[in-house]
């Protein structure tokens, strides 16, 4: 489980970055058209920006006792013990009207960045799940063929357990039908993580795994490409999965001398991995 300041920080930083993509036409008959989607794009772009104030209070309402806190001085082991008020979670108070309006405004730049959030919103509340799977609903019916969708598929796999069933399927429906490259990338690989989660469907993680890297090798992740990328997604699947015998590590201890992990073999040995950014 997040830790509730944790939680804090990252629900904000996701609101903090609803509604940042450019707008973009969506024409399908001549001359006026154009004019009437960026119509369209500025009135749904409005819309969201008065739901994302509505949902920074609902946030700040929730965590209000977890403010107050922080004020007081209070540690995170302390604060790690107030509860919440599950009926003023900002997704369960927002959510169904920013559903409402990506439905009013599906087809638009501004209701696929806000689609974008809900994902990663309802994907940490167990009871807004059905919400999730709304918004899944929303981007087959209409960003299928929408190659920035890709920015939706990329972080993808980190969605919850419960949630993973429904998104393994609407990321199947992506990889077999949409025309870009990117995007069926960005899914395949999404895919591929989600399944190797689990014992039950790692061999099928593998499988995508080497199909990311054979077919979408090429396409660019980040500032690399997907074929650098699966290298090590590759060996973790393989090598790093619960019960998998721990890899060598031959390093220095303290005193300089040489230390080799299969030396320890047979013995409980804690790992403490750390670095200094």
Not at 1 to 6: D, G, S, T, V, Y
Not at 20 to 45: I, N, T
Not at 94 to 119: F, N
Not at 232 to 252: H, R, S, T, W, Y
Request: with cysteine.
């Amino acid at each position: 489980m997040i830790p509730r300041l944790r939680r804090y920080g990252t629900v904000c930083l996701v609101i903090a970055f609803m509604l940042s993509g450019p707008a973009v036409a969506f024409s399908s008959s001549p001359d006026s058209v154009g004019v009437a989607d960026e119509k369209m794009e500025a009135a749904a772009e409005k819309a969201f920006e008065e739901i994302n104030k509505k949902m920074s209070e609902a946030q700040e309402a929730y965590y209000k006792p977890l403010t107050e806190a922080r004020e007081k001085g209070l540690s995170d082991k302390e604060m790690e013990k107030i509860e919440l008020d599950p009926e003023l979670d900002p997704v369960m108070v927002v959510g169904p009207e920013m559903l409402k309006t990506i439905d009013k405004y599906a087809g638009t730049d501004a209701a696929l960045g806000a689609c974008d959030q809900m994902l990663a919103l309802a994907g940490r509340s167990e009871s807004a799940g059905w919400m999730a799977e709304k918004v899944m609903s929303a981007l087959k019916a209409h960003y299928l063929k929408n190659e920035k969708l890709v920015d939706v598929l990329r972080y993808s796999h980190y969605c919850s357990e419960a949630m993973a069933p429904a998104m393994c399927d609407f990321l199947s429906v992506v990889v077999s039908e949409s025309p870009h490259r990117e995007v069926q990338a960005a899914g395949c690989y999404s895919l591929a993580k989600i399944k190797g989660k689990k014992e039950e469907t790692r061999s099928e993680g593998l499988a995508l795994l080497k199909k990311v890297q054979d077919e979408y090798g090429d396409v660019s992740y980040g500032r690399s490409v997907y074929a650098d990328k699966v290298k090590g997604d590759l060996f973790e699947m393989k090598n790093l999965q619960v019960g998998c015998v721990a890899p060598e590590i031959i390093g220095k201890e303290i005193s300089g001398k040489l230390m080799q992990l299969s030396s320890f073999r047979g013995k409980v040995i804690l790992l403490d991995f750390w670095g200094d950014w």
